[in-house]
């Protein structure tokens, strides 16, 4: 599954590493890296669902964001620290100190140089 780059425009942009982090108001929350492989952009994106309501009421967000090589660097050490990222109620210190600093909205929490919608090819 490849996403549409925002710097080439390539469809070639590819979702790397993922964790699960425990949700505040969706059901899903997943933060994840991604990389172009086209002209080789780094970013992350966060992926939102929510099936509250109707069974025809299910929605998603999924969102990319460029941001500085310290988050990014942040990003990757702490996916390296957990024992478990597929389980949001892990106990480790990266999902311990990442609810805390609400990585599920990187403008609070990281230098946010763009965002971009995580577009999937035609």
Partial sequence: ?????????????????????SPDDVDETTIQTVKCENCGFRGIAVYEESRRGSMS????RHLGYEVSDEDLQF????FRLCPNRRNKDCQCETHLSW???????PE??????????MELAD
Avoid: W
């Fill in 108 to 117: 609070r929490s990281m230098t946010v140089k763009r965002r971009f919608r």
């Fill in 99 to 105: 609810s805390k600093r609400h990585l599920d909205v």
């Fill in 1 to 21: 599954m490849a996403f549409k780059c925002p710097a080439c425009e390539a469809y070639s942009l590819k979702i790397e590493q993922s964790m699960e982090l």
């Fill in 75 to 78: 990003v990757a050490n702490g």
């Fill in 57 to 60: 009421s299910d929605s998603f």
